[in-house]
T-cell receptor
Framework: DADVTQTPRNRITKTGKRIMLECSQT?????MYWYRQDPGLGLRLIYY???????NKGEISDGYSVSRQAQAKFSLSLESAIPNQTALYFC?????????????FGDGTRLSIL | RKEVEQDPGPFNVPEGATVAFNCTYS??????FFWYRQDCRKEPKLLMS???SGNEDGRFTAQLNRASQYISLLIRDSKLSDSATYLC???????????FGKGTRLHILP
């Protein structure tokens, strides 16, 4: 079983719909992250959380919200999806030790907004 | 200047050859360094951490040059399965920030 699991793996939906992407991990890591990846733009950080009561905006948080329901779960919501949110979304985790620790990624969610 | 810069490539290299690419970083406060590998439409996977003294893992060697602010990745005896995008990553303890480069594409040719 994967240590970092993202659901769904693929999603096609329409403009204006609310969408939730789920991430769960069995690694016991405190830190969790949401990224999006677009061709030519690399990975861009949307939100991150260092523990259950901590939520921080990344470089592109507009149009997104997150919820850290438990240490193992971090979900990303698009309240009203728009076509330019079409991208590959990754959840990642890392252990205590801050930026000295590598991040571990889920398999990704391919999201298409029509 | 971007905080982490990589040559996007692609590097087209015959199987069995040695290939090396660099990554430059602009913030001297960067303290941790990693190389990740990403296959097309897949998640990034940690390839290796980069230590101050340099380190080797099989056919892969990573080096850090703090004076010139770059890290390098050397792949010896390249295999077809090494074809991927290689992401350079730096971390800063001061503000706990992790920065991903956009990656270098490598194609190993049969």
């Amino acid at each position: 079983d994967a240590d970092v699991t993202q659901t769904p793996r693929n999603r096609i939906t329409k403009t204006g719909k609310r969408i939730m992407l789920e991430c769960s991990q069995t690694k016991g890591h405190d830190r969790m992250y949401w990224y999006r990846q677009d061709p030519g733009l690399g990975l861009r950080l949307i939100y991150y959380s260092f523990d259950v009561k901590d939520i921080n905006k990344g470089e592109i948080s507009d149009g997104y919200s997150v919820s850290r329901q438990a240490q193992a779960k971090f979900s990303l919501s698009l309240e009203s999806a728009i076509p330019n949110q079409t991208a590959l979304y990754f959840c990642a985790t890392s252990d205590l030790g801050g930026s000295n620790q590598p991040q571990h990624f889920g398999d990704g969610t391919r999201l298409s907004i029509l | 200047r971007k905080e982490v810069e990589q040559d996007p490539g692609p590097f087209n290299v015959p199987e069995g050859a040695t290939v090396a690419f660099n990554c430059t970083y602009s913030n001297s406060a960067s303290q941790s360094f990693f190389w990740y590998r990403q296959d097309c439409r897949k998640e990034p996977k940690l390839l290796m951490s980069v230590y101050s003294s340099g380190n080797e893992d099989g056919r892969f060697t990573a080096q850090l040059n703090r004076a010139s602010q770059y890290i390098s990745l050397l792949i010896r005896d390249s295999k077809l399965s090494d074809s991927a995008t290689y992401l350079c990553v730096t971390g800063r303890n001061r503000d706990d920030k992790i920065i991903f480069g956009k990656g270098t594409r490598l194609h190993i040719l049969p």
